[in-house]
């Protein structure tokens, strides 16, 4: 299962998140340049159980770089293909528990949640001389942070069916719900062998985000995350919307209700709508002009249903604004 997108917009830029997004293609940039120094450049900023366990092993490091590993490991990776994969998730997730938490605890919370993954294998594989890296186990966290915080939102995924692509909408309870237990199965799997992935760092990192983010509902807020807020405050609302319009008994006309800011009522938008329609989904342009009040009203002619009679009838959507 690819994910592609949620349905949950957010208030603000992620700023966090991108820049944590951008940091990780630097590292790997840094990475690939180290040429035949890699492996040991991953040794030492990679996290090595054995590091931590072994005398043999701990007596090459400082005590400043067995510090470092725990936050630097989280920022390499293995590949191009596994950058790109972490980067997507945290991409697609990331974003929404910024939006929820604020930059400043959102960072925070990231970090925390990348420590706490690498301590989990860390736990499982005590005397192991691999290195392990990516930020796979900080966005497991955010992963299970996004499954408490939005559970009935739904993910666009894309299942390849003998090479034919599928599209579907499943519920984030429904996805990350099975990505996590395909987490404990592979992780049980390899038990006892050597295997190139985290599995316990993923299972950590999930566990710890819940946990941490519950802590995070519970302690009382400095006041900066809403000062930071109000910069990082989007003037606009996503380009795309997905509206799920409604009719009633025999009327041929349907009903939604599209979402804009108070800039974008002042200044007037151009909105692409998608809308869902059995197996099919039809996109269209919608104009808002300026000077749109709240519960103002768009007609979309000949976009509602055609039955009973043989004329089409209209898409109404009504303007909700919202800061």
Known sequence: MIPLRDAIPTKNYPVINTAIIGINVLVYLIQIGQGP????????????????SLPQFASHFTAGQQVLSFFSFMFLHGGFWHLLGNMWSLYIFGDNVEDYLGPLRYLLFYLLCGVASGLSHLLFNLNSDIAIIG??????????????????????????????????????????????????????????????????????????????????LILPQTGATDKVRRVTA???????????????????HLY?????????????????????????????????????Q????????????????????????KVSIKS
């Not at 606009?236 to 041929?252: A, E, F």
Request: hydrophobic fraction near 50%.
């Open 234 to 252: 989007k003037k606009k609302t996503p380009r795309l919307q997905l509206i799920r319009p409604v009719g009633t008994g025999t009327d041929p």
């Open 37 to 52: 120094a890699m492996g040991e450049f991953i040794y030492i900023y990679g996290l090595v159980p054995a590091r931590y």
């Open 135 to 216: 930020a796979s186990g900080a966005i497991a966290g955010v992963m299970g942070a996004y499954f408490i915080l939005h559970p009935k939102s739904r993910i666009l995924t894309l299942i390849p069916i003998f090479f034919i692509p599928y599209f579907i909408e499943i519920p984030a309870f429904f996805f990350l719900g099975i990505w996590f237990v395909l987490q404990f199965i592979n992780a049980a799997a390899s038990r006892g062998s050597i295997s190139g992935i985290a599995w316990w760092a993923h299972i950590g990192g999930f566990i710890f985000g819940i946990i941490l983010l519950k802590l995070f």
């Open 256 to 292: 939604g209700t599209i979402v804009i800011t108070p800039y974008e009522a002042m200044m007037g938008a151009r909105k692409m709508v998608n809308i869902p329609q059995g197996f099919q989904k039809r996109l269209f342009n919608v104009v808002i002009p300026p000077g749109v």
């Open 294 to 317: 709240e519960g103002s009203v768009l007609r979309l002619k000949g976009l509602g249903r055609n039955y009973p009679s043989p004329i089409r009838g209209d898409l109404y959507l």
